[in-house]
């Protein structure tokens, strides 16, 4: 079992930056690919980004790219995700998710094995 708890979401301006942090519990955290997803009002969940457990590995959605950062801290358990250059259109509640392997590239939301409860983010223009 995997417990996650997302925090750092909140009202920023377009062009801002924002720190996501997604703590883990459980004793097995070290080996989970751990990410984050999206959803947005009336849109389906979303890839954004992903770590493997050894921190080696990171994948990124196309769209993402260049904007975000993902890391990861297994002797901390946490994974942040760093985002720069908001936009209106990343207004969406944003949920951290783990799985085991297998998964594909990017993962998708049905591989995942637990997720967070989320965290708002609302990008005003």
């Known amino acids: 079992q995997v417990q996650l708890v997302e925090s750092g979401g909140g009202v920023v301006q377009a062009g801002d930056s924002l720190r996501l942090s997604c703590a883990a519990s459980g004793h097995t955290f070290g080996r989970y690919l751990i990410g984050w997803f999206r959803q947005a009002p009336g849109k389906e969940r979303e890839f954004v980004a992903a770590v493997n457990w050894t921190g080696n590995y990171k994948y990124y959605a196309d769209a993402m790219k260049g904007r975000v950062t993902i890391s990861r801290d297994n002797a901390k358990s946490t994974v942040s995700l760093q985002m720069n250059s908001m936009a209106p259109e990343d207004t969406a509640i944003y949920y951290c998710?783990?799985?085991?392997?297998?998964?594909?590239?990017?993962?998708?939301?049905?591989?995942?094995?637990?997720w967070g409860q989320g965290t708002q983010v609302t990008v005003s223009s």
């Open positions: 998710a783990a799985t085991e392997p297998p998964y594909s590239n990017p993962p998708l939301p049905k591989q995942i094995d637990y």
